[in-house]
Nanobody, 116 residues
Framework: VHLVESGGGLVQPGGSLRLSCAAS??????????MAWYRQAPGKQRELVAG???????NYARSVKGRFTISKDDAKNTMYLQMNNLKPEDTAVYYC?????????WGQGTQVTVSS
């Protein structure tokens, strides 16, 4: 399974970005356990940002709840992360993750920089 992220970039504080994660196969199959967005800032551990389990169950890190929205489009085999009211502390490389059966798949990451 290949995952390709896009949509990162430089944005001012308070701005918005939408990240995409395009998968090489369906994300709605019964063998798909869950999927998520993670991020890793310089000098910090990778952390969970938002996740989807099943068709509609979502969860968010406390730091992004109310600002970020995770979603997926099964017809396009794509997962999204809508990020609003971005803050400098959101600066990181963002990775998408899909867990299928007992394997974890990762994208290559996309840089998000929030700075004035």
């Amino acid at each position: 399974v290949h995952l390709v992220e896009s949509g990162g970039g430089l944005v001012q504080p308070g701005g918005s970005l939408r990240l995409s994660c395009a998968a090489s196969r369906s994300l709605s199959g019964a063998d798909v356990r869950d999927m998520a967005w993670y991020r890793q800032a310089p000098g910090k551990q990778r952390e969970l940002v938002a996740g989807i389990t099943g068709p509609t169950s979502t969860n968010y890190a406390r730091s992004v709840k109310g600002r970020f929205t995770i979603s997926k489009d099964d017809a396009k085999n794509t997962m999204y992360l809508q990020m609003n009211n971005l803050k400098p502390e959101d600066t990181a490389v963002y990775y998408c993750n899909v867990n299928i059966r007992f394997r974890a798949y990762w994208g290559q990451g996309t840089q998000v920089t929030v700075s004035s």
